[in-house]
């Protein structure tokens, strides 16, 4: 593997070790696997509330893509783009909840707004006969968490292009600590809106079914969810 000058710390490769012969029939670049499981902490800033801003760590969600390249040519990529394709946002359902302090960090992938783009600058080479996942932290700026939709592609060095393909994500990964809400210890002032509650249940199903690759932390995310609209009677 040779890794060329990398702009920031966040990007790790990660050898996947894996009989070549196995792929020689399988062409000669594949994305073997594309998941988002991992969690990684970096460094982030909290603003807002009274006092001077506080550095902190934030949990990113970590976008996994094993590639295969089973070429005689060496595949270098400068550049990898991430569209947002769907969106739905994800809260307590409470009226109320939240307030001006905010965390903002670097992530070495933005997700972007829904139907948007983001670009972000690599230098990762990936030799000839060589299985390797490329691991990078994903995360959001906006105010907004949920679960993103997104379009993964790189970009060679060359101008090329290979497209990884879509996965269903969470912007980070405290949104899957939401669900299930333990209704019985709320206080009523805290309880959540049932409608809120039965519309997130029902636009995640949708966006899960829709989608090609679906992280297994959304999966149970998606469960959870189902399980706090039942007890509230959806």
């Known amino acids: 593997m040779t890794l060329l000058a ?8 990660v050898l996947f070790v894996r009989d070549v012969g196995d792929w020689v029939n399988r062409g000669t670049f594949e994305v073997v696997e594309l998941s988002a499981d991992g969690s990684q ?4 800033n909290l603003s807002g509330g009274e006092g001077p801003d506080q550095e902190v760590d934030v949990h990113a969600t970590v976008l996994t893509v094993t590639l295969m390249n089973n070429s005689e040519d060496l595949k270098v990529f400068d550049r990898i783009t991430v569209r947002t394709e769907d969106f ?3 809260t307590e359902c409470v009226d109320g909840v939240g307030g001006p302090i905010s965390v903002t960090a670097s992530y070495e992938i933005d997700l972007p707004a829904q139907g948007e783009e983001s670009h972000s600058d690599i230098s990762y080479a990936l030799e000839p006969k060589k299985a390797e996942a490329l691991q990078l932290p994903v995360g959001s700026g906006e105010a907004d968490s949920g679960v993103a939709l997104i379009r993964i592609t790189l970009h060679e060095s060359g101008g090329d292009t290979e497209e990884v393909g879509s996965i269903a994500v ?6 899957g600590e939401l669900y299930p809400r333990p209704l019985h210890r709320l206080p009523v002032a805290g309880m959540p809106s049932p409608r809120c509650v039965h519309d997130t249940r029902d636009a995640l199903a949708e966006l899960v079914e829709d989608a090609p690759v679906v992280a297994d ?3 149970t995310l998606t469960e959870d969810v189902g399980v706090t ?3 509230l009677g959806g």
Not at 41 to 44: L, S
Not at 170 to 175: C, Q, R
């Open 170 to 175: 969470l912007t980070s990964p405290g949104v």
């Open 88 to 90: 739905v946002p994800v």
């Open 229 to 231: 609209s039942q007890e």
């Open 6 to 13: 990398v702009p920031t710390a966040l990007i790790a490769v």
């Open 41 to 44: 902490a970096i460094t982030g």
């Open 217 to 219: 932390s959304v999966r």
